[in-house]
């Protein structure tokens, strides 16, 4: 018998659920199991085939780990997002690794990465799904990787800063330093410098819950 919270996830979050066979629907919902993450809890690291990960609340980050410590974040995963990345075994062709958190206490489906694996090797419209998947996150990492090599970092901080004013829905930005340079790539002196001058400029207002933006429009001219 399917557990039927997989199985009606499944069918909403699939769009191959319609071509699998019965026992694969089985197998796919046997594989599958729930986890709470703690906040700053790793998940996933290196090249270990953790599982394909679903969010069912909470936030999760996608990062590199360079030898120099320094981390970059690629994306983040919200309610509804679904990481490929952290089932090496299901996408043999990617050979670089990533570290995946929690940045708050998140809830999740783990579907086991052997099992995922297994059934999309028999069904191609699992397989396709599975890259394209992958293929769609890669845009995202291209774009961080642009920012990181070739855009000056008050622009790279002021994009930073609206997106996250735009994904809110608020001018207050709860965050601290730390977490703001792990987004962008950068150290914490960097951002402390930057956002002070950007205080300056009259542009947002620092304080110890995080940063105000006061001058929307002169803060979406950075970006520009």
């Known amino acids: 018998m399917r557990d039927t919270e997989f199985e009606e996830l499944f069918r909403r979050i699939f769009p191959f659920w319609n071509d699998l066979t019965e026992s694969d629907r089985n197998a796919l919902c046997a594989g599958t199991r729930p986890e709470v993450y703690r906040r700053n809890r790793m998940l996933h690291t290196g090249s270990d085939c953790t599982g394909v990960i679903i969010v069912k609340t909470g936030c999760l980050r996608v990062y590199l780990l360079p030898e120099d410590g320094r981390e970059i974040t690629l994306y983040r995963l919200f309610p509804g997002d679904l990481c490929m990345l952290s089932a090496s075994c299901v996408l043999q062709a990617i050979t670089f690794d990533v570290a995946v958190s929690a940045e ?22 699992m397989k396709n799904y599975a890259l394209e998947t992958a293929v769609a996150r890669f ?28 994904k809110n829905n608020s001018p207050v930005i709860q965050m601290t330093r730390e977490q703001i340079a792990k987004y962008t790539g950068s150290a914490r002196e960097v951002v402390s410098r930057m956002l002070k001058y950007f205080a300056s400029e009259g542009i947002i207002e620092n304080a110890r819950s995080g940063i105000t933006v006061l001058n929307k429009e002169r803060l979406r001219s950075l970006t520009l």
């Open 104 to 125: 708050q206490e998140s809830a999740c489906y783990v579907i086991n990465g052997g099992v995922f694996a297994e059934i999309s090797d028999r069904n191609l419209s």
């Open 139 to 166: 845009s995202d990492v291209m774009w961080v990787m642009q920012q990181i090599l070739f855009m000056s970092f008050d622009k790279r901080l002021a994009i930073f800063l609206w997106d996250e004013m735009i």
